[in-house]
Nanobody
Framework: QVQLVESGGGLVQLGGSLRLSCAAS????????MGWYRQAPGKQRELVGT???????NYADVVKGRFTISRDNAKKTVYLQMNSLKPEDTAVYYC?????????WGQGTQVTVSS
């Protein structure tokens, strides 16, 4: 079974930055498009952005220009660099394949942006 472990979350002030990591195992990582997702309190989980096996990226409009996804296939790790953070970015952040696999959701990492 695929295992995805997110890390790097924390508490940051408005305008700050964080870099999230997601380490994958039990998966042929390099062939998959990966996605970062987030779920804010009381809201549905939403897609933040994706990165293909070749490194092409797409982002939700609300994070475009502020967030950057990258990957290291040798390390089986995908990253989410978040800059200019806003309180509305507060959420639990998850990685998964794209489209997502129900069985692959990890515990996520909490990001809290204070104003």
């Amino acid at each position: 079974q695929v295992q995805l472990v997110e890390s790097g979350g924390g508490l940051v002030q408005l305008g700050g930055s964080l870099r999230l990591s997601c380490a994958a195992s039990r998966i042929t990582f390099s062939i998959y498009t990966m996605g970062w997702y987030r779920q804010a309190p009381g809201k549905q989980r939403e897609l933040v952005g994706t990165i293909t096996s070749g490194g092409s990226t797409n982002y939700a409009d609300v994070v475009k220009g502020r967030f950057t996804i990258s990957r290291d296939n040798a390390k089986k790790t995908v990253y989410l660099q978040m800059n200019s953070l806003k309180p509305e970015d507060t959420a639990v952040y998850y990685c998964n394949t794209y489209p997502s696999s129900v069985r692959s959701w990890g515990q996520g990492t909490q990001v809290t942006v204070s104003s």
